[in-house]
């Protein structure tokens, strides 16, 4: 079963836009990560969030999370070709436990 | 500090043979995951060991999936007889436990089944 919902599922942008994807569910989550994989490697966590609209930044990439803990956005400013990759949420539910569930991804390209 | 070990990195075996794949977390980590990513997909989770003990194994194809973790160190994944739609890569992670912490990834064994 599928609990996160990812948009969009690819992104092609030039250099210096700004970009927001989104991760949604109608689970609420006890916490949410946000990982990027580039291919061949294995995912890289980028962020843990934890409390209902926790807003963290990390140098030229924003995340929130939404107050009821559901959904989750990131938003990367003045995108550079080394943000290419696959961007991943990830969430725990608040009911069931432990364990780590992925959405689909949204692929990033960004181009010189 | 090393990073989560697997091996091999790749493998090609034709539908109804088996293969194993191995993975060697960071020390100290107790906790392991097994994930499949099949091409143009997110991580699914196959399997979860805390320690050698199994936390959740819902998603794991019991008939033809098995996995263990003896001595809660290294664990191996092994799939027999191989379908063609086991095709992925399986990704291996651990953790320092089961709450909000970083998953570390190796770099996953890429199978084809032929």
């Known amino acids: 079963t599928q609990l996160l919902e990812q948009s969009p599922q690819f992104l092609s942008i030039q250099e210096g836009e700004n970009l927001t994807v989104y991760c949604n569910s109608s689970s609420v989550f006890s916490s949410l990560q946000w990982y990027r994989q580039e291919p061949g490697e294995g995912p890289v966590l980028l962020v843990t969030?934890?409390?209902?609209?926790e807003v963290k930044k990390l140098k030229r990439l924003t995340f929130q999370f939404g107050d009821a803990r559901k959904d989750s956005s990131l938003h990367i400013t003045a995108a550079q070709p080394g943000d290419t990759g696959l961007y991943l949420c990830a969430a725990r539910r608040l009911i069931s436990g432990y364990a780590l569930n992925f959405g689909k991804g949204t692929s990033l390209l960004v181009t010189p | 500090e090393a990073g989560v070990a697997q091996s091999p990195r790749y493998k090609i075996i034709e539908k109804r043979q088996s293969v194993a794949f191995w993975c060697n977390p960071i020390?100290?980590?107790?906790?392991l995951y097994w994930y499949q990513q099949i091409l143009g997909q997110g991580p699914k989770l196959l399997i979860q060991f805390q320690n050698n003990g199994v936390v959740d194994d819902s998603q794991l194809p019991k008939d033809r999936f098995s996995a263990e973790r003896l001595k809660g160190v290294d664990s191996t994944l092994k799939i027999q007889p191989a379908k063609l739609e086991d095709s992925a890569v399986y990704l291996c992670?651990?953790?320092?436990?089961?709450?909000?912490?970083?998953?570390?990834f190796g770099e996953g064994s890429r199978l084809t089944v032929l």
């Open positions: 969030v934890v409390t209902g609209g």
């Open positions: 992670a651990s953790s320092t436990g089961t709450g909000t912490g970083e998953l570390f």
């Open positions: 020390s100290g980590h107790a906790t």
